[in-house]
Structures are given as C-alpha cells and as structure tokens.
C-alpha cells in the first residue's frame, strides 16, 4: 500500500513502544516529561518541527505539525498512565517485554499503543512525501487520567492555539473481535462519552459519648441519604448513538436480538451495556468516626455520577437533592462537565467505513459511547468535532487489561492500526 515496507513499519513501531512502555509515567505523579523527551527525540531525529509546554515540574506537553496551518486534523494521545498493582501482574508492567507477538506493559491499550500508531502515522506520511492540503498535527497530552488539569485542560487555557484543529482522532473507542466466542470484527468509532459529575455530600452534627445517643448523628444521616441514592432507579434509555450501536452489533452477529425490549434486558443485566445506556451513580469513597464509642462531628461522602451526554447536569443535581430529601446533607460538586456530542455524519466517518471495507473485508463499523471521559471532551465542548478510534481488534480478555492486570497488546494490531489509521488520515488529508 503506497510503497510503505509494512515489515519494516510494524518492527519500527513495536521497537518504539517498548521504549516508550519502559518510560514510567504513572499517574500520580505522571512525571510525563520523560515522555515528552522520548517523542521530541523521535521528532528531532526526523527533522519535524515542534514544541514542548512544560504544565508543572515534571509535566510537559508536546505538539508537532506537518503540512500547511489549515483545516488540521489532530492525532491526540496522552502520555500518562494508571498506575499497576505489580502483585498482579504475570510480568514487570515496565519492562515492556515481548512474548509470542504481544508486548505486554501498563499503557499497551491505554494509551501509548494508540499513541505509537499516530506517532508512526505522522512519521509515513512526512517520509513518504505526502501532498498534504490539510496539515496534521501530533498532540501528547499529559494527565489525562487525572481530570487533564496539567493537560489538555492546561493547554486550553495557555496554548489555544495548540487546539485551534478542525477535526480529533482519540481513543474512546477499541475495535473489537472475539465477542460472544465468535470472530466478528467490528470497529468502532466513538462520537460522544458519559460526562463525569463529581459530588460531595457533607453531613456535620453533634459530637457525643457512644452510650448516649441524642438523634443527631451525622453518620446515621449520612448513611440514610446513601441508602436513598442506592435504590434510586435510573432509567434505562437508548440514545441515537446507542441504537446505532446495537443495530452493528446486531449486523455482525454479536447481539441476538436488537429489538428494544431485549436490548433493555441485557443492558439491565450487564453493566457495560447499562453504563452506556443510563446515567449511573456510583459510591465512592465515605469518611466518618474516630473511635468506636465517639459519635462523630463530620461524615462525608463522595459519588462518580456519569450522565448519558443529552442529559440536563443541573437538571440532574436537583433530582438526586430531592432523592437525598435531608437538608442536612451539603453538596459540593468537585468536577462537573457538560455533554456534546459529534455528529456521526462527519466526513471522517465516511472515510473510516470505505477504509475498513478495503482493509478488512467483511468488518463491521459501530457507533459507540464511551462510558468513561477522554480529553475529547474539551474538544466536543469547543465545538470541535472529536472521535473515539483505536482501528486495533481487541479481544475481551486484552479489554480487561485497560486499567487492569496483565496489560498488552499485539504487535498485529500495532500492523492493523496503523494502516488503517494511516490510509484515513491519508485519504482526509490528501482530499484536502
Ligand atoms: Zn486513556
């Protein structure tokens, strides 16, 4: 395809990665500027511009362009990530070793294995000479995995015009194989994300001797408003992005029905599928009491609400308020966004689906909703259209390696990412 020496490509990129999985960038502390030296070596060595934008000590950003200033398409990924429990893992998550094809290391999926494919992406298409009418730019954020406040968040405050792109190819979204046993292949392309809502509850009473109880508890009423928000049902919904979803999923053979009552069956029966077709509350963390016979002064209690993205935030707040029904109970919302979704009729997509028709005959394309957050959603909120698209075929037991155990990826979806990735961007940035 175009004279690219695939051989040589995929050896390339797989060399790469392990350099880059051996650089520690757990978050915290990140320490993502170890990162951002790797990639500036790479770029410096190929002779493409950059720049570096260092957030905090031991945070930095990278950004690099080729072609001209117009109609960019940004190829984003971060270069942190979540930290290991090592006792876990079946090998050193930072020793980036190879076994039978796949290299295995924390950050494999999620996400310098995505981040390597745009890296070799941008590479070949300055090496091959590429008649470039959109310009392509390369963006490693930092800290994406703890909110993006030294990230893309920071680069949206002091580096604008690093965002200043007319379209964003992200993760979000794993191609998939191997669902329900069979060997369907079924890309996917991610429009749209949950929104992340992050809420204190407080509860403050008076203190007292354990033998005593007054009625002011704090913690009893603390406990009384989780237990509320606990059997608090959320409807289950399919949002257009979702009924897209299913409808694939039901093409390539994975979904056994795709009627609506069997599809609110299973989403009520798996949480994946619920994740992403209803707002979810999730109890996270609750802090109360100094000693057994104290009644304490102070509880608290934190919750991770995700809200399906057409969903009113404010709305939302002033339900679970009703739901908690104490007006002792204070809410403090520590991290709120807003949802915004890219439209699926984007040039982009039509790109992805002749692409994958070409590359990977009889592959399925599905909408999806990621039900985590990405640095996407900066964009979509800007009004930048943003999409979820990691062109690899994963298997669910390397999905379960996504902030799990035993992380990895195979050096054949190294080979497949890349070139589909490269012919989309390709054929976008050629058209012009
Ligand atoms: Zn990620």
Not at 272 to 279: I, Q, S, V
Not at 290 to 312: F, H, Q
Not at 338 to 359: D, K, Y
Request: proline share 5%.
């Amino acid at each position: 395809m175009h004279g690219i020496d695939w051989d040589a490509a995929t050896d390339e990129a797989a060399e790469l990665l392990r350099e880059y999985l051996r650089i520690d960038t757990s978050n915290p502390p990140g320490n993502e500027a170890e990162a951002v030296e790797f990639l500036a070596g790479v770029m410096a060595r190929e002779g493409i511009a950059f720049e570096t934008a260092v957030s905090a000590p031991g945070r930095s950003n990278l950004l690099a362009a080729i072609g001209p200033a117009e109609r960019r398409i940004c190829l984003l990924n971060h270069t942190d990530v979540v930290p290991v429990e090592r006792p876990y893992w079946d090998v050193d998550p930072f020793a980036a070793e190879e076994r039978d094809g796949v290299i295995w290391g924390r950050g494999a999926l999620d996400m310098k294995g995505m981040g390597i494919i745009e890296l070799m992406v941008f590479l070949l298409l300055k090496r091959q000479g590429v008649a470039l009418r959109r310009g392509v730019v390369f963006l490693a954020a930092a800290d994406e995995e703890a909110g993006s406040e030294y990230g893309v968040r920071w680069i949206e405050q002091h580096r604008p015009d690093w965002m200043r792109v007319d379209l964003v190819i992200n993760e979000g979204a794993y191609g998939l194989t191997g669902l329900g046993g069979g060997d369907s292949q079924i890309f996917q392309v991610a429009p749209a994300e949950k929104v992340p809502v992050w809420v204190k509850l407080s509860v403050r009473g008076r203190p007292g001797h354990g033998s005593v109880p007054h009625g002011d508890n704090c913690a009893e009423h603390l406990v009384g408003a989780l237990g509320r928000i606990a059997v608090w049902q959320q409807e289950l919904r399919i949002t257009p992005v979702m009924r897209a979803h299913v409808e694939a999923l039901g093409k390539a053979g994975v979904l056994r029905s795709t009627d609506t009552t069997h599809v609110l069956k299973a989403a009520a029966d798996s949480p994946g599928l619920r994740a992403r077709m209803a707002n979810t509350v999730s109890l996270t963390t609750i802090h109360t009491g100094i000693k057994v016979n104290v009644i304490p002064a102070e509880a608290s209690a934190t919750l991770d609400c995700r809200l399906l993205p057409d969903v009113d935030v404010d709305a939302f707040l002033a339900e679970l308020r009703e739901v908690v029904a104490d007006e002792r109970v204070t809410f403090e919302v520590l991290n709120r966004y807003e949802g915004a979704e890219s439209t699926m009729e984007h040039e982009f997509v039509h790109v992805v689906r002749e692409v994958i028709g070409e590359l990977a005959e009889g592959a399925h394309l599905a909408p999806e909703l990621t039900s985590g957050f990405t640095d996407s959603r900066v964009y979509r909120k800007q009004g930048t259209p943003a999409y979820g698209f990691v062109p690899c075929l994963v298997r669910p037991e390397e999905l379960a390696g996504v902030h799990g155990h035993n992380e990895r990826i195979s050096v054949e979806n190294l080979r497949l990412g890349m070139q589909v990735l490269y012919e989309v961007v390709r054929r976008l940035a050629v058209a012009g």
